[in-house]
């Protein structure tokens, strides 16, 4: 049996011939195994949808209850067997219920990883390897210049510019779900303990991450604080809001962003960003490797982001390796500087 047979890139995502199922498809299908709830892998409009009970509450605050015809909640770990093939959700460590899918038939096992990271972090269930014949893994920072660095150390640059400006409001653009609460999160581990804001943007999935036992601290709307309270603080808001008229009511602010891509300096000046802050909830390049190597695929699937590089990575380690190529997949959680304009407060959501 080829792994062809079991999984296979499709216009509408990858497709699975013997269960029928698709995972993560980008248009809507009849049944839809989901590995994370950004909106550029979970979309509305399936007819039965298997996801972590966490992606599927996700769904529902970002979608309506009624985002799919039928759901099913699938517990880390258990076998869930359609047709004869079984599907297993493992943590993946990119945001809160996020998940790797193994797929298992006839003795071939292909693991479809969404979007993952291996670096500690308490808002998401931490990455487990999962063994496999073929690993399917996405590349977002798939170059050997990025090597994320520490992200306490990031966000220690955002306390030393509140000590700076303590009269300044400081904007952290990052996206509503995961990137806005795994900095408020790293902010408490910095020592901050004073309230800290965000945009409404971010309001439900913030207090959807408290009420599954994630500890934020303080957190409180930005449009019920008096203006004086917001001068020194910090404020999350989504990417696109930063230019928007929202913006304004801090008379002046500092501009901080965070996201892997601010990894190049030229992207962080495009933006008009003051205070680069590289924080990233994708695998970097030695994640990337480290993590293909674990796995002890002999054959490596590379979807969405810098495919060739690590294609290439893999020919030279005697893998076999390909580009899927699948369209449709963008980069919900990793803002790139066009995401700074205006208007663009959240793709698909
Ligand atoms: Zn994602
Ligand atoms: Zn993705």
């Given amino acids: 049996m080829r792994p062809d047979d079991l ?53 529902a605050i970002r979608y309506g209850e009624d985002f799919a015809g039928t759901t099913q909640a699938a517990a880390w770990g258990r076998p869930v067997t359609i ?25 071939l096992t292909i693991v479809a990883s969404g979007d993952y990271k291996r670096g500690r972090d308490p808002t998401a269930e931490p990455f487990e390897v999962v063994p496999c014949d073929v690993f399917i893994t996405e590349a977002t920072f798939g170059l050997p210049v990025f090597r994320h660095p520490d992200p306490a150390a990031e966000v220690a640059k955002l306390l030393a510019s509140l000590r700076l400006f303590p009269d300044r409001a400081h904007l ?13 999160s790293l902010v408490r581990a910095a020592g901050w303990d004073q309230p800290i804001y965000m945009h409404g943007a971010a309001e439900k999935l913030t207090r959807f991450y408290e009420a599954e036992g994630i500890d934020l601290g303080e957190v409180r709307l930005v449009k019920a604080a008096d203006r004086k309270a917001l001068g020194g603080a910090v404020v999350l808001c989504p990417p696109g809001s930063m230019k928007d008229l929202w913006a304004r009511r801090f008379p002046d602010p500092v501009t901080a962003f965070a996201s892997g891509w601010m990894r190049v300096r030229a992207r962080a000046r495009q933006g008009g960003v003051e205070l ?9 390049w030695d994640e990337l490797r480290e993590t293909i190597r674990e796995t002890g695929a002999s054959e490596v699937w590379v979807t969405h982001g ?17 580009p899927l190529r699948i369209v449709g997949y963008g980069e919900e959680g990793e803002a790139e500087p066009a995401d700074l304009a205006p208007a663009s407060v959240e793709p698909g959501a």
Wanted: hydrophobic share 40%; proline share 8%.
């Fill in 83 to 107: 047709n004869g093939v079984t599907f297993t959700f493992h943590p993946a460590g990119h945001i809160l219920g996020s998940a790797q899918i193994a797929v298992s038939w006839k003795g």
């Fill in 276 to 284: 680069p802050l590289i924080i990233s909830d994708h695998s970097d």
């Fill in 172 to 184: 952290v653009g990052a996206y509503a779900l995961g990137k806005a609460q795994r900095v408020m």
């Fill in 306 to 322: 810098q495919e060739d590089a690590l294609v290439h990575w893999c020919g030279t380690m005697g893998l076999r390796a390909r």
């Fill in 7 to 59: 999984l296979q890139p499709t216009p509408r995502g990858l497709y699975c011939p013997p269960a029928d199922v698709y995972i993560d498809p980008v248009r809507p299908v009849e049944k839809a195994l989901i590995t994370h709830g950004h909106s550029d892998h979970a979309r509305p409009g399936h007819g039965a949808v298997l996801a972590t009970d966490t992606t599927l509450k996700i769904m």
